[in-house]
């Protein structure tokens, strides 16, 4: 294979930590889109930039994340995953030097807009983090957190939507008879299957996710890619991982970012098993990041 | 000169070396428990035989056997308490204000910076100095009256001129009330009354009518006196001058200005009460507060916040349902130990209120009062040496307060240490 000299740069500055995976194996599915059918979109981003102080993090990305679907993003470690993923909701806010230009709507919503109320943002897009955070409170009343702040709930409706969220994030038949623990007692996969379970509680339309799975073992990451197709159907997702089979298994679609550059954006089947960019193919074959 | 040096090498000589460090180390600790034990064992000696339930109820006396301390302990916990109640909230208050809310705009921030420092030095400042300060915004509000024992404004108070009257006894007139049939009697005010001069209780005459026929017939009367219905030979005097009549206040009798104050009598300025001591205190230990606050904030993790807010929470929402409840115990223990502090301040208070022979305790806000630290100084600077035992059993009182304190904040601290996620 030709090999440009930047891209030799990278892959000499690049740690060679990761040994090529194995072909990747997996069983595409046809989707949908397959069809033909194009899904409506949920995010739309044109000419999105965004800078953190004078350092420019991001570079005039165009991107339509369909609704409904699995949205992965992948790439090597500082390209700008997880500061595109903060702006959907907006928690860049919390950090001063951070700013952004360009088109990022939600539905026809800027979501850039100043005046735009970020709370009821947050409400819509809900957000699970690389670290489970589980509060210092009861299983219960940490799923019980999102519905109590947004809604006047009675107590059976309350229970009614904590069983429904820790159900459908596969964590009901753990904890169903200790649901006034405190959540810190649980297992590192469990407190994460319990932030999904809360951040699904609240219902939101959007769900964002930022390496959900980095700190948990294959039983609860496989736990968390169930759970993930499961939700493809209600939910827009929109996941940031490392691990290249799990976006191949349970992404819809694939964006692959290079310091703070969109590289490639497309159906996951086509990117994994025919990337139109070489830097693609060389990530996600291993051969750099 | 560049070989290594040789003065370590030998085994021995750096086991000796070490071994003399933790000697040292050793030494420098016991001198603090020996100079610890000698203080608390010469207190004990000298104060255990004047401590017993009298000392700790009773009130200071001329002499020193019947000396107790009541007044002062009062007078410190009531001091306390307005410390506790306006500096813990108001120190927490800021504390959110800078750990939770940085602003992003520059200049703002820049002031968030400056009140941060100004914090920071605040908490190094000598108490004396924040008795000074006490002294001129509490106790004299700036100079707002001439006279500190003149309020500019106060509430809760009524005035009386004091009449002596004809029977002897007295009368008390409101000041507003002055020249009317009115008045305000002292409860109980006795006179003489009837030919066998019976003792019986007055009050005033209230018709207007009846006023006006005494004020005719005594044209320096400012007030009439009658009795009560139930009085021995009522009935028959009331009969006979159709409304019996005792005795009228006489304008020339020379008044003696009283007030009378309610339990909430509050004015401004403060003057020496304990409402400004209190305040003082709560001036000395706000950034003692605020400080350790903002540490037990800063302990809950990042995590949490983002968690909160990313759940569509409002910084006030994610304060009050998920920081403020993380960081309380850190708070209260912080607090606690604040307090403690403000217990054993003399010098503010020493500055507000004086060294003052009190023996009564505090009944409003404004009351003059002395405190725990303050009673023991004064004890203890008598020449008598019967009362500097009265000063040690004071501070063993004030040790005990002081040591329970700080038990109270270890056992918080110890119950509510748990990981926060
Ligand atoms: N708070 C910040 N202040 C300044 N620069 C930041 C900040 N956060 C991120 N950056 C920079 O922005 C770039 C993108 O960071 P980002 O966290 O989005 O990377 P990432 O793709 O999520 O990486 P990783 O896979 O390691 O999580 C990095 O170069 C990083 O140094
Ligand atoms: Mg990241």
Redesign the interface.
């Known amino acids: 294979m030709p090999m440009t000299q930047s891209e030799d740069i990278v892959r000499n500055k690049v740690s060679s930590a990761h040994v090529a995976p194995p072909a990747l194996q997996v069983e595409f599915e046809d989707s949908d889109e397959a069809a033909g059918q194009a899904p409506p979109t949920a995010l739309k981003l044109q000419k999105f930039n965004s800078w953190y102080g004078n350092y420019h993090a991001l570079h005039d990305i165009d991107m339509d994340i369909p609704e409904k679907r699995v949205t992965a993003y992948i790439g090597p470690s500082g390209c700008g995953k997880s500061t595109l993923l903060r702006w959907i909701?907006r928690?860049n806010d919390?950090i001063?030097s951070a700013r952004a230009t360009g088109m990022l709507h939600l539905h026809g919503l800027d979501l850039l807009d100043r005046d735009y109320d970020v709370?009821?943002?947050?409400?819509r897009v809900?957000?699970v983090?690389q670290?489970?955070?589980?509060?210092?409170k009861s299983i219960y009343d940490n799923v019980a957190?999102?519905p109590r702040?947004?809604m006047r709930l009675s107590r059976s409706d309350l229970d009614q939507i904590v069983e429904r969220s820790l159900r459908r994030s596969s964590l009901w038949d753990e904890v169903k008879d200790r649901l006034k623990d405190?959540?810190?007692g649980l297992s590192g996969g469990q407190?994460q299957r319990l932030?999904i379970a809360?951040?699904i509680a609240?219902e939101p339309e959007v769900l964002l996710m930022d390496e959900p799975c980095s700190a948990l073992d294959p039983k609860s990451t496989a736990a968390i890619e169930e759970l993930m197709d499961e939700l493809r159907n209600d939910y827009t997702i929109v996941i940031v991982t490392h691990n290249m089979q799990q976006a191949a298994r349970a992404s819809d679609y694939c964006a692959f970012l290079f310091q703070g550059d969109l590289i490639e954006f497309g159906d996951t089947k086509q990117v994994f098993t025919n990337p139109r960019n070489e830097q693609t193919e060389n990530y996600i074959t291993g051969r750099f990041g | 000169m560049n070989q290594r040096p040789q003065a370590y090498s030998s085994r021995r000589k750096r086991r000796i070396l070490d071994r003399s460090f933790v000697i040292v180390c050793v030494a420098a600790a016991s001198m603090s428990i020996v100079a610890l034990t000698v203080l608390i064992g010469a207190i004990l000696y000298q104060g255990m035989g004047h401590l017993d339930w009298a000392f700790l109820t009773g009130s200071p006396s001329r002499s020193a056997e019947k000396a107790g301390m009541l007044p002062a302990m009062v007078g410190s916990i009531y001091a306390c308490v307005i410390c506790a109640s306006v500096a813990i909230p108001l120190g927490i208050g800021t504390a959110i204000l800078l750990e939770e809310y940085?602003p992003?705009n520059r200049w703002l921030?820049k002031a968030h910076q400056f009140i941060q420092l100004n914090i920071t030095n605040l908490a190094g400042v000598p108490s004396v100095v924040y008795g000074i300060l006490g002294l001129t915004a509490f106790v004299s509000f700036f100079g707002v009256s001439s006279s500190v024992n003149e309020p500019a404004w106060e509430f809760g108070v009524s005035h009386y001129d004091e009449f002596f009257d004809m029977t002897g006894d007295y009368v008390s007139v409101p000041l507003s009330k002055r020249s009317s049939p009115t008045v305000e009697l002292r409860e109980g005010l006795q006179g003489y009354w009837g030919p066998q001069r019976e003792m019986v209780t007055l009050k005033p005459v209230e018709d207007p009518a009846r006023w006006k026929q005494v004020k005719q017939q005594f044209d320096e009367a400012i007030a009439a006196l009658t009795v009560q219905p139930d009085a021995p030979g009522y009935e028959q005097a009331h009969a006979a001058a159709a409304r019996p009549f005792a005795g009228y206040v006489r304008a020339s009798a020379q008044p003696i200005r009283t007030s009378e104050k309610a339990h909430w009598y509050v004015c401004i300025p403060f003057g020496r009460g304990v409402l400004a001591g209190g305040m003082t205190l709560m001036l000395v230990v706000l950034p003692i507060i605020i400080i350790s606050s903002q540490e037990s904030l800063r302990a809950v993790?990042n995590?949490?916040r983002?968690?909160?807010?990313?759940?569509?929470?409002?910084r006030w929402?994610m304060v009050w349902?998920?920081t403020l409840p993380?960081a309380i115990p850190g708070i209260m223990t912080g607090s606690i130990l604040a307090m403690s502090r403000a217990i054993g301040e003399a010098a503010p208070i020493l500055i507000i209120a004086g060294i003052v022979y009190i023996t009564f305790t505090p009944e409003h806000l404004m009351d003059d009062f002395t405190a725990m630290p303050l009673q023991i100084f004064d004890w203890a600077g008598r020449p008598q040496t019967a009362f500097h035992h009265v000063a040690a059993s004071g501070i063993i009182v004030l040790l005990a307060v002081l040591l329970s304190f700080n038990a109270l904040a270890v056992i918080i601290r110890q119950k509510t240490q748990?990981?926060?996620?």
């Open positions: 909701n928690m919390l001063p709370v009821d943002l947050r409400r809900g957000m983090f670290k489970p955070n589980p509060f210092p957190f999102g702040l947004h405190s959540a810190l407190q932030c809360r951040a609240a | 940085r992003k921030a993790p995590s949490l983002h968690g909160t807010l990313a759940l569509g929470c409002t929402q349902k998920m993380s748990k990981p926060l996620g």
